[in-house]
């Protein structure tokens, strides 16, 4: 069956090295585009463009590539789309001359409320043929690449009956749009909910991943949670270089969102760390202009 998604994956950039641009983190990492290849943007923090935000996004702009990862689109929810959202999404989108948008394989609004929490759909055919429609026109209305992203979750929602990588494929093939492969996210789960990451990764529509996340998670007893708050653990990494070496990526993001390490050297350490797995497994995503600092 042809793709218009997978027709476009061929015509997008690759981006490089990224990270995520956080107002406590900004001034540094400006100073330091010579090691960072991109950034993503939480685009609910920039869709009232005042004062210091859009100052802040003009010097980002004028220094890298941007991409936006939401958390509103709440692609699983029952509210209707949310289409003021959208559209002042569009305009950002615009903006920044984002390559695709990126949002959560999720729902994070009930009645009209948002939440501020990622919540796990019911892994059911119902859900499946909800999120295909409202991902469709979503990636639409929106007229650029759509991404989801795998979430962390800490229990199966009541009438879960698919594997989540089956779920996930269904509605990235019923719906034609990519996926935003997040390793961290997969191990948190493969650890709390005791599966196999690697099959986990075998079992999902490859050829759709476009984006990779990369970030720590902490550990409460013995649940692991993901906080993008620590450093990232060997595993993870182990899971990055396996994941790379089985898609054609495009770009790889370090989220690192709390607790901050008191020198931003640390975080241009992870990202060089990173920089190096992706040069042994995948070094087409570093385009020679983006090579920074390999
Ligand atoms: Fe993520």
Redesign the pocket.
């Known amino acids: 069956m042809s793709s218009d998604f997978i027709a476009a994956k061929a015509k997008m950039p690759y981006l490089g090295v990224g990270l995520g641009l956080r107002r406590e983190l900004a001034d540094e990492i400006f100073a330091s585009s010579a090691s960072i290849d991109w950034l993503e943007i939480v685009p609910e923090n920039y869709m009232d463009l005042g004062g210091h935000a859009k100052s802040r996004l003009e010097k980002a702009k004028s220094l890298f590539p941007i991409v936006t990862h939401g958390v509103n689109l709440s692609v699983g929810s029952s509210d209707p789309l949310n289409k003021d959202y959208l559209s002042t999404l569009v305009g950002l989108l615009d903006f920044i001359e984002a390559p695709w948008w990126t949002d959560h394989l999720c729902f994070t609004s009930i009645d009209g409320f948002y939440l501020h929490d990622l919540l796990p759909l019911p892994l059911s055919a119902e859900t499946v043929k909800h999120v295909i429609a409202r991902a469709r026109e979503a990636q639409a209305l929106v007229g650029r690449p759509l991404l989801l992203?795998n979430i962390s979750y800490y229990m199966h929602m009541p009438e879960s009956h698919l594997q989540e990588a089956d779920f996930i494929w269904q509605i990235l093939e019923g719906a034609d749009c990519g996926l935003?492969l997040?390793v961290?996210?997969v191990y948190v789960n493969s650890i709390n909910l005791n599966f196999d990451p690697y099959k986990f990764i075998d079992d999902l529509p490859l050829e759709r991943v476009v984006q990779m996340?990369v970030?720590g998670h902490s550990r409460r007893g013995d649940l692991l949670i993901d906080t993008h708050g620590a450093d990232v653990i060997e595993p993870v990494f182990d899971l990055l270089a396996y994941a790379l070496k089985h898609t054609d990526c495009k770009a790889v993001l370090l989220?690192r969102d709390q607790n901050y390490p008191e020198s931003f050297e640390t975080v241009i350490a992870e990202l060089d760390k990173i920089r190096q797995i992706v040069l042994a497994s995948q070094p087409g995503v570093l385009p020679a202009a983006l090579s920074k600092s390999a």
Do not use: S
Request: proline share 0%; hydrophobic share 25%.
């Open positions: 992203e935003l997040d961290n996210n996340h970030a989220e």
